[in-house]
């Protein structure tokens, strides 16, 4: 039986994929913060099991991993939060929160799970589209997803030559919690479900970096081919910054 850890799969992208693993018949370890959340996650199937923490308490980090039910196969590093900057502040206080929960957060979780590590293992690591070109606002989500891609694309070097595999996902707007907050337009946003979908079968198919909606993700990414001044030029005229 196959075996997968989950982290955020309390709410939104997490609580799908973790729906989906255990609907395809996998053993769900499913993380958060929220006990409520996962418990009626856990409703859905015996195969999933909760485990709460918070990812920016290491000593917590450390302490759940090392009493896993057992060791998953695949390593899902979904967790995260987004908040967005007011026009032009660069509030430290923001970006503190932001970096400590999507960057510190996702090392604490990597350096205590990293010893289950065997060759066979996948970890995925969910970033962001919004890590590819500048976005009003974004600066601290953005920064912290860039941090997260490097990171991944870094160790995922050393992590294949011991037959660890590495993906990481890069995931347009997706309806959920995290989205629901926000007051601007959101093109091409897809469902959580259907956002699950895109990153199992990624994972299925071993991409080692997945991207989706395709129209969305291929415009912003090719807009970050541009020179600097061509992309700020043609983001101030296309991208209203949300206001
Ligand atoms: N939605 C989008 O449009 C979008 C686009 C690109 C990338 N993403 C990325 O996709 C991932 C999932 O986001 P989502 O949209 O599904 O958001 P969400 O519904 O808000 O879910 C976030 C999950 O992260 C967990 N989490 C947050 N802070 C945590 C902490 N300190 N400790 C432990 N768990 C924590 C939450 O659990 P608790 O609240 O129970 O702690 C929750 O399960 C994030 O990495 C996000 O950046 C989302």
């Not at 503190?96 to 066979?120: I, K």
């Not at 996902?169 to 956002?195: W, Y």
Request: proline share 5%; hydrophobic share 45%; aromatic share 10%.
């Amino acid at each position: 039986m196959r075996k997968v850890l989950i982290t955020g799969a309390s709410s939104g992208i997490g609580f799908e994929l973790a729906k989906h693993y255990a609907s395809q018949g996998w053993q769900v370890i499913g993380c958060g913060r929220s006990l409520e959340r996962l418990s009626a996650l856990c409703s859905y199937s015996t195969l999933i099991q909760p485990l709460a923490f918070d990812l920016t308490d290491k000593s917590q980090v450390v302490s759940a991993f090392s009493q896993l039910p057992f060791i998953p196969d695949l390593w899902m590093f979904n967790a995260g939060d987004c908040e967005y900057l007011d026009d032009g502040c660069a509030d430290s206080d923001v970006i503190e929160r932001v970096m400590t929960v999507n960057v510190l957060g996702l090392s604490y979780a990597l350096d205590a799970a990293q010893p289950h590590f065997t060759s066979g293992t996948h970890v995925a690591v969910v970033g962001s589209i919004a890590s590819e070109l500048a976005l009003p606002r974004a600066g601290a989500y953005g920064a912290s997803k860039a941090a997260v891609s490097y990171l991944i694309r870094s160790l995922a070097l050393d992590w294949q030559k011991q037959g660890i595999e590495t993906s990481i996902i890069f995931p347009g707007f997706v309806e959920t919690p995290l989205t629901d907050k926000n007051d601007f337009a959101m093109p091409m946003m897809i469902s959580a479900q259907q956002a699950a979908q895109y990153i199992a079968r990624g994972l299925a198919n071993h991409q080692s970096a997945i991207y989706f909606p395709a129209r969305f993700t291929w415009i912003l990414r090719t807009l970050s081919l541009l020179p600097y001044r061509c992309q700020q030029w043609v983001v101030s005229k296309l991208i209203r910054s949300p206001s």
